[in-house]
C-alpha cells in the first residue's frame, strides 16, 4: 500500500522514524512532518502564511505548518499522482485518551485525512512517566499486525481510529480492544510567576488526575495493559457502525495474542 506518515512532534521525532522503519519493508511509506513540535496545537491550519516544504531524504519531507497542513501537503502536492492508501498520524510521545483528542495535533492529522476521504489512524504510546524508556517499535509491530488483518478496511468514511498502545514490551500487552473515548480528569492550575523585567506572566500547569470510572473506555484498556482501538466519528448524523472493526480486534487477537 501507499503509506503517509505524519505527526505533530516534529520530522525528527523517534515515534514516526519507528513507524517508517517498521512499515518500509512492506509498503510504499512517505513522512511529511512538522519542522518543528507543534504538539497540541488541534486542528490549526496554515492559512495566513507560506509553507515551506523541504525534503530532507528520499521520502521524507518537512513541512513548516502544523500536522493538518502536512497532511494537504501530502494530498495536494508530494503524493498529488499517487494518492496514499492510508494516512497514519504517530507515534506520538505520550497518550491521547479521552478528550485529549481535541487538543491533539496528531488526531488533527487523522483528522484531516478522513475529511479528505482517506482511512486514517492515529497512534499514540502511553508513557506512566516521560522517563521512562519508550518502546515504540513495539507500537509500530502493533500497527503493522493491522495493517497485515485489514484495520484500513473496517474504518468508515468520515471516521478516524485512535489507537493507543501501552508502554510495555510485547509480552506484557494483553491484546487489542474495541473501546470508547473516556474522560480524563485534570485539574485547573495556573503557575504565575515575575520574569526579568518584573513583568507577570503564567503558565498553564494542569496536573492530570485520572480518568473516570467507565470499563468500556480507552483509558480503562489501557490501563489494563491493553491496546485501545477508539472509533472517533467526526460528523453528526453518520452511522457508527463497528461491527467490521470488531471482527478485525478478533482476528488480531487470536493471532498475535491469545
Given at each position: 500500500?501507499?503509506?503517509?506518515?505524519?505527526?505533530?512532534?516534529?520530522?525528527?521525532?523517534?515515534?514516526?522514524?519507528?513507524?517508517?522503519?517498521?512499515?518500509?519493508?512492506?509498503?510504499d511509506t512517505t513522512i511529511i512532518a512538522p519542522s518543528e513540535e507543534r504538539s497540541t496545537t488541534g486542528h490549526s491550519l496554515?492559512?495566513?502564511?507560506?509553507?515551506?516544504?523541504?525534503?530532507?531524504?528520499?521520502?521524507?519531507?518537512?513541512?513548516?505548518?502544523?500536522?493538518?497542513?502536512?497532511?494537504?501537503?501530502?494530498?495536494?502536492?508530494?503524493?498529488?499522482?499517487?494518492?496514499?492508501?492510508?494516512?497514519?498520524?504517530?507515534?506520538?510521545?505520550?497518550?491521547?485518551?479521552?478528550?485529549?483528542?481535541?487538543?491533539?495535533?496528531?488526531?488533527?492529522?487523522?483528522?484531516e485525512a478522513a475529511f479528505h476521504n482517506v482511512p486514517s489512524m492515529a497512534v499514540s504510546l502511553v508513557f506512566e512517566s516521560?522517563?521512562?524508556?519508550?518502546?515504540?517499535?513495539?507500537?509500530?509491530?502493533?500497527?503493522?499486525?493491522?495493517?497485515?488483518?485489514?484495520?484500513?478496511?473496517?474504518?468508515?468514511?468520515?471516521?478516524?481510529?485512535?489507537?493507543?498502545?501501552?508502554?510495555?514490551?510485547?509480552?506484557?500487552?494483553?491484546?487489542?480492544?474495541?473501546?470508547?473515548?473516556?474522560?480524563?480528569?485534570?485539574?485547573?492550575?495556573?503557575?504565575?510567576?515575575?520574569?526579568?523585567?518584573?513583568?507577570?506572566?503564567?503558565?498553564?500547569?494542569?496536573?492530570?488526575?485520572?480518568?473516570?470510572?467507565?470499563?468500556e473506555s480507552d483509558c480503562e484498556a489501557v490501563n489494563n495493559g491493553m491496546v485501545s482501538i477508539t472509533p472517533h466519528v467526526?460528523?453528526?448524523?453518520?452511522?457508527?457502525?463497528?461491527?467490521?472493526?470488531?471482527?478485525?480486534?478478533?482476528?488480531?487477537?487470536?493471532?498475535?495474542?491469545?
Amino acid at each position: 500500500m501507499k503509506v503517509l506518515l505524519s505527526n505533530d512532534d516534529g520530522v525528527v521525532a523517534p515515534g514516526i522514524h519507528a513507524l517508517f522503519k517498521e512499515l518500509t519493508p512492506f509498503h510504499d511509506t512517505t513522512i511529511i512532518a512538522p519542522s518543528e513540535e507543534r504538539s497540541t496545537t488541534g486542528h490549526s491550519l496554515s492559512l495566513d502564511k507560506p509553507l515551506r516544504v523541504e525534503k530532507l531524504e528520499d521520502k521524507i519531507y518537512s513541512c513548516s505548518g502544523y500536522p493538518g497542513d502536512c497532511v494537504l501537503v501530502g494530498l495536494g502536492h508530494v503524493l498529488k499522482e499517487a494518492r496514499p492508501d492510508i494516512i497514519i498520524s504517530g507515534i506520538n510521545r505520550g497518550a491521547n485518551l479521552g478528550q485529549d483528542l481535541y487538543y491533539s495535533g496528531t488526531i488533527a492529522a487523522a483528522r484531516e485525512a478522513a475529511f479528505h476521504n482517506v482511512p486514517s489512524m492515529a497512534v499514540s504510546l502511553v508513557f506512566e512517566s516521560m522517563t521512562d524508556e519508550p518502546h515504540y517499535g513495539v507500537a509500530g509491530t502493533i500497527i503493522k499486525w493491522c495493517l497485515d488483518m485489514g484495520l484500513h478496511k473496517a474504518i468508515q468514511p468520515l471516521t478516524l481510529i485512535n489507537i493507543n498502545v501501552p508502554n510495555l514490551p510485547l509480552s506484557q500487552i494483553k491484546g487489542c480492544r474495541l473501546a470508547e473515548i473516556g474522560f480524563r480528569r485534570y485539574s485547573e492550575e495556573i503557575h504565575a510567576r515575575i520574569d526579568a523585567r518584573g513583568r507577570e506572566y503564567f503558565w498553564i500547569a494542569g496536573v492530570y488526575e485520572g480518568y473516570n470510572s467507565n470499563p468500556e473506555s480507552d483509558c480503562e484498556a489501557v490501563n489494563n495493559g491493553m491496546v485501545s482501538i477508539t472509533p472517533h466519528v467526526l460528523i453528526d448524523g453518520v452511522k457508527r457502525d463497528t461491527s467490521d472493526l470488531a471482527q478485525v480486534i478478533e482476528r488480531l487477537n487470536a493471532k498475535y495474542f491469545i
